[in-house]
């Protein structure tokens, strides 16, 4: 069955700072890999997925994700951070030919520092 | 307004008790997954319906079923509530899969005292 491990739980990083969030991912199939953002008391919104092709994925917002196979890794990143980024960043795989549940990572926070 | 629609949006009711939650699918979406989500467990998936069958289980108790019905809504039934089923439970929709990703409702709030 496949998994997500996201490293940080939470990330501080100062405005304009760029930022990467880390996710590794375990399954013995091909994967799509999906980022989410949870804004404070809203749901969840789709950043980006990878399907295949190109393994530099960009997003709404500025964010961007490679998918490195090798490594088995899905990194979010932004180059400059703003104070409306504060949210919670959900990495999330799905199994290619099997069901087509999501898995979720537990999140990380990521807090903006003035 | 993502077009996935759940009610309601705050619940608190007693332990030992029943609640129904349920989710409009956005329009055209035929998948519809539900997941719990609590601080220490983080997004737990529960089910998942397509076209009215159950399509994928996951972490889901007993004590929980759901269905969708002909018009594709769900209802996620949660029985004989204890403290522990506190949490924020969240309703996806899809219309290509879950492997495109999905669409979330604002979920429900569900406090058991």
């Known amino acids: 069955a496949q998994s997500v491990t996201q490293l940080d739980s939470q990330v501080p990083v100062f405005e304009e700072a760029p930022v990467e969030l880390r996710c590794n991912y375990s399954s013995s199939v091909s994967v799509y890999l999906f980022w989410y953002v949870q804004y404070p008391n809203q749901g969840l919104q789709l950043l980006l997925k990878?399907?295949?092709?190109?393994?530099l994925v960009k997003g709404i917002n500025g964010f961007e994700a490679e998918f490195n196979k090798s490594q088995t890794s899905f990194h979010l990143r932004k180059p400059s951070v703003h104070i409306s980024d504060t949210a919670e960043y959900f990495c999330a795989v799905s199994e290619r030919g099997r069901d087509d549940k999501i898995i979720f990572g537990k999140g990380t926070r990521l807090h903006i520092l003035p | 307004d993502s077009g996935v629609t759940q009610t309601p949006k705050h619940l608190i009711t007693a332990t030992g008790q029943r609640v129904t939650l349920r989710c409009s699918p956005r329009?055209?979406?035929?998948?519809v997954y539900w997941y719990q989500q609590s601080l220490d467990q983080g997004l737990q998936f529960l089910i998942q319906?397509?076209?009215?069958?159950?399509?994928a289980k996951g972490n889901i108790l007993e004590r929980f079923s759901a269905q969708q019905f002909p018009d594709l809504h769900s209802e996620l039934n949660l029985s004989s509530l204890e403290l522990g089923d506190s949490a924020l439970y969240f309703c996806?929709?899809?219309?290509?899969?879950?492997?495109?990703?999905?669409?979330f409702g604002s979920g429900t709030r569900l406090t058991v005292v």
């Open positions: 329009s055209g979406d035929l998948s």
């Open positions: 319906y397509y076209n009215g069958e159950e399509r």
């Open positions: 996806a929709s899809s219309s290509k899969g879950g492997n495109y990703g999905y669409t």
């Open positions: 990878y399907l295949s092709g190109s393994t």
